[in-house]
């Protein structure tokens, strides 16, 4: 399951590596959401959610939904700019259909309520001219269908879709006054911590894609983003199967600190696909991509199989004593061990005339975080 970004006959100079204000701040709001994907900013969390000011936090929580579970492609910007202030201003721009249909798919969880895209004056112009459906705001069967995705999701879902629904204009001026607020609170500081962080980033990606081309730049941002071999699309390994293009626009990679470990990517009809990536790290671990967490699952789906491991895990085995042992013929057992070593979860030495099968304890113990780290990404 991948991502594809169509880059055919893009210049290099359209892949743009920037710091973005509003998306570290998006990524800052996640973490207040959701601390359980972020267990090392846990402590940084609960000292904010402490300091707050209760009409403050009462906001972020009735807007929550723009952020949690997804983010709303308008809160990261496809043209980053200096400072939180002027990519706000840049979200004010973008007309009424296409702002609220962005916050419906991350209210209600749905996909179903894409628009046009941004009009030609939003920060993120369209990529090409996707076919609209009926809208929310105009359409009263449409408005129903989104009224009641939004009530299935929750009593606070629900009523923020109403308010959207009812008044864009007023929500889209509350929701940018709460940001402003969180500015006060806490993002200010918070950005004056990590924006070395992200200028040291960024200076190695551009010069990794100066001097080296996309293909050495993509490779640093993760190891979950390639450059196909043909060099004309980007290959993101998430848990998804969709595919945008970046013909005329390009595409926009934004470093994040508070963003790990997520891999956050824009790619609805219309918006000008962007990449919202984990910031370098002194040590970095690659993630394991997950056609081999899906072989891996795989693998250990055979009942026969897991009592191959069971054995396994009190020391090496050869084919004929894991046959005695579980009365299977010695075929039937090179058969499954073969599974399980394209898997990657055993190796193999030889001692003279016999093979020693052994556990690779390391990767099986690893296969649940390299799981959720696949779903996380």
Not at 217 to 232: I, Q
Not at 297 to 322: F, I, K, M, N, Q
């Amino acid at each position: 399951m991948t991502l594809r970004i169509d880059i055919s006959g893009l210049r290099s100079e359209r892949l743009r590596f920037a710091a973005s204000p509003l998306a570290e701040l998006t990524a800052m709001l996640h973490v207040l959401a959701e601390p359980g994907h972020h267990p090392h900013l846990a402590g940084w969390a609960g000292d904010v959610w402490t300091r707050l000011r209760p009409e403050l936090a009462e906001r972020l929580r009735e807007a929550e939904f723009l952020w949690r579970s997804s983010q709303a492609d308008f809160l990261i910007p496809a043209r980053p700019r200096p400072t939180l202030a002027e990519e706000l201003d840049d979200v004010d721009r973008i007309d009424d259909e296409t702002y609220v249909t962005a916050a419906l798919v991350t209210t209600c969880g749905s996909s179903r309520f894409h628009s046009a895209g941004p009009s030609p004056s939003s920060p993120s112009p369209p990529s090409s001219p996707p076919s609209s459906p009926p809208s929310p705001l105009t359409d009263a069967r449409a408005r129903e269908r989104a009224l009641d995705l939004a009530q299935a999701r929750g009593g606070r879902q629900e009523a923020f879709a109403e308010r959207l629904l009812a008044d864009p204009a007023a929500v889209r001026a509350r929701v940018r006054q709460t940001l402003e607020q969180c500015a006060e609170a806490f993002f200010d500081t918070a950005w004056a911590g990590v924006a070395v962080q992200l200028a040291t980033d960024l200076r190695l990606k551009n010069d990794l894609l100066r001097h080296q081309g996309i293909g050495a730049a993509l490779a640093s941002v993760s190891g979950a983003v390639t450059l196909a071999p043909d060099g004309d699309c980007i290959v993101v390994d998430k848990l998804q199967d969709k595919s945008t293009a970046a013909h005329g626009t390009g595409v926009t990679f934004i470093p994040s600190v508070f963003g790990r470990p997520h891999l956050v990517a824009v790619h609805a009809p219309g918006w000008q696909p962007v990449v919202q990536y984990p910031a370098a790290e002194p040590s970095p671990s690659e993630p394991v991509p997950l056609e081999t967490v899906t072989l891996r699952l795989e693998a250990l789906a055979h009942p026969v199989r897991l009592r191959l491991l069971r054995t396994l895990a009190r020391g090496p085995h050869t084919t004929g004593e894991l046959a005695h042992t579980w009365e299977l013929s010695p075929p039937e057992v090179s058969r499954h061990l073969a599974v399980l070593r394209r898997a990657g979860l055993l190796t193999a030495r030889r001692h003279g005339r016999y093979v020693r099968y052994t556990l690779n304890l390391p990767d099986l113990t690893a296969l649940g975080t390299d799981l959720l780290a696949a779903v996380l990404r």
